[in-house]
């Protein structure tokens, strides 16, 4: 069974992201997927320095994400808009688990062979569209695969009800497709 790790960007209790990948979630385990959900609070981590990493090595909190990461397959990720790119909560993560632990590590192992599905929720009208498009360059770069189908959702503080259900049938679909098509092409990737 393929496995995907699946996160928000977001550490905010209420967040619109988390209810976003409680969404798409459901299309990837419908799909055949076993997904593992995290959030990103429970992992604090420093903000990535050269110096501390040289004399203290990598944090333990970085170390746990880096070990979830290699033992996935894919990632779901949905990410909030700060300032038209994703925050610096999902970037300092990122940065860290792209850190090598010993010399003889592949560079950049945790993300290689990795398929990645992307996502954003924000109050404003673009729906976070800036900041998927930095999400995906960032990921590309780290040498994985970002699918092409990725949602946006704008005026997402009208997105969901009181017990946080997205209502517009519609984008529940679009969003389900999301977590479908990464345990899909995880599935026809591991084949």
């Known amino acids: 069974m393929n496995k995907i790790l699946a996160f928000s960007g977001s550490s905010r209790?209420?967040?619109?992201?988390?209810?976003?990948?409680?969404?798409?979630i459901v299309g990837a385990e419908t799909a055949g997927a076993e997904v593992t959900v995290i959030d990103l609070a429970d992992y604090?981590?420093?903000?990535?320095?050269?110096?501390?990493?040289?004399?203290?090595?990598m944090p333990e909190h970085a170390q746990a994400f880096?070990?979830?990461l290699t033992e996935h397959d894919g990632l779901l990720i949905a990410s909030p808009?700060?300032?038209?790119?994703?925050?610096?909560?999902?970037?300092?993560?990122?940065d860290w688990a792209s850190r090598?632990?010993?010399?003889?590590?592949?560079?950049?192992?945790?993300?290689?062979?990795?398929?990645?599905?992307?996502?954003?929720?924000?109050p404003g009208g673009s729906g976070g569209m800036k900041a998927l498009l930095f999400l995906r360059l960032q990921l590309e770069?780290?040498?994985?695969?970002?699918?092409?189908?990725?949602?946006?959702?704008?005026?997402a503080h009208q997105a969901f009800?009181?017990?946080?259900?997205?209502?517009d049938q519609k984008k529940v679909t679009a969003v389900k497709s999301v977590g479908a098509d990464l345990a899909n092409a995880l599935l026809k990737m591991n084949a």
């Open 161 to 167: 009800d009181d017990n946080g259900v997205l209502v």
């Open 66 to 68: 880096k070990k979830l």
């Open 141 to 155: 770069y780290l040498s994985m695969i970002v699918l092409p189908n990725q949602q946006s959702l704008s005026q």
């Open 81 to 94: 808009e700060y300032n038209s790119s994703f925050p610096a909560l999902l970037k300092n993560a990122i």
């Open 44 to 57: 604090p981590m420093p903000i990535y320095n050269g110096d501390l990493e040289n004399n203290e090595g």
């Open 13 to 24: 209790k209420d967040s619109f992201n988390k209810k976003m990948l409680n969404v798409a």
């Open 100 to 122: 090598s632990e010993s010399p003889d590590e592949t560079r950049l192992s945790a993300y290689q062979n990795k398929i990645a599905a992307i996502m954003c929720a924000t």
